[in-house]
């Protein structure tokens, strides 16, 4: 489809053959970052077990969580018919929401009972190295989905590489509670860190109960978009009128 501007016709999206490039893009970006969650809640949940650090698990938790969010993500579009995915949407996002505020009301009490002296978690050289790894990778692969899905109009897209940033924040907290801990001694550090997870699981889960997002209900997108949108020509994520969002 073409658009005439001053006589001259600009192309509406990307072309059919680019569009499928751009499909088969995303599709790997989300397997490599779903993939990679995977490892990272498997290392951050035995390392944080085993120094009895709350922010690791809590780390970890949260990798479970964004896992699972991808997985009710499939499970939603597998459907065919529109009403039917409408009503998993709905059911996925108080699942993730129940789940978010569960991790962050776990963590927060681990942590006030670490910070009141009743537990001191140990250095965890294996955490650390999964935090810097996660603090080094995650940026690049979210970059790479989120132009990707920019050019492709899918703010689905656009949506999952701003889960997979939210994972490098985390990690740079993460890093630096554990730096202090083994390398000053620091060990209150450690539940302070975990307190700022908690804190960003609640805003996750608030988020997702109310249906936030590029993916909510029209109706709950369109209020909570508008603001972002106006002016721009583009939704809350970025995603321009008319464009396949969501798919």
Not at 39 to 53: H, Y
Not at 69 to 97: K, T
Not at 142 to 171: F, K, N
Request: glycine share 8%; proline share 4%; aromatic share 4%.
């Amino acid at each position: 489809m073409l658009l005439m501007t001053a006589g001259n016709p600009m192309p509406l999206g990307p072309s059919p053959a680019r569009r499928e490039a751009l499909i088969r893009r995303i599709r790997l970006l989300v397997a490599a970052t779903i993939t990679y969650n995977v490892i990272e809640a498997i290392v951050a949940l035995v390392a944080g077990t085993r120094a009895s650090s709350t922010a690791l698990i809590g780390f970890g938790l949260d990798s479970v969580i964004e896992v699972s969010s991808a997985a009710a993500v499939a499970w939603q579009f597998s459907a065919r018919d529109h009403a039917v995915r409408e009503a998993r949407e709905r059911r996925a996002l108080r699942i993730i929401a129940v789940s978010f505020l569960a991790l962050a009301a776990y963590v927060a009490t681990d942590a006030v009972r670490a910070l009141t002296g009743t537990g001191e978690a140990e250095r965890s050289v294996p955490g650390i190295v999964i935090a810097a790894l996660s603090l080094a990778v995650m940026p690049f692969l979210s970059a790479a989905q989120r132009r990707a899905g920019s050019e492709l109009g899918s703010a689905s897209a656009v949506a999952d590489s701003q889960q997979t940033l939210l994972c490098t924040y985390l990690s740079a907290v993460l890093l630096l509670g554990l730096v202090l801990n083994a390398t000053l001694g620091w060990s209150w550090a450690d539940p302070l860190a975990a307190l700022v997870i908690a804190a960003i699981a609640v805003k996750e889960g608030r988020d997702a109960w109310q249906g936030k997002g590029c993916c909510a209900p029209p109706a709950v997108a369109a209020a909570a978009g508008a603001a972002s949108a106006a002016g721009t020509g583009t939704d809350a994520c970025g995603c321009r009128p008319g464009c396949d969002c969501c798919t």
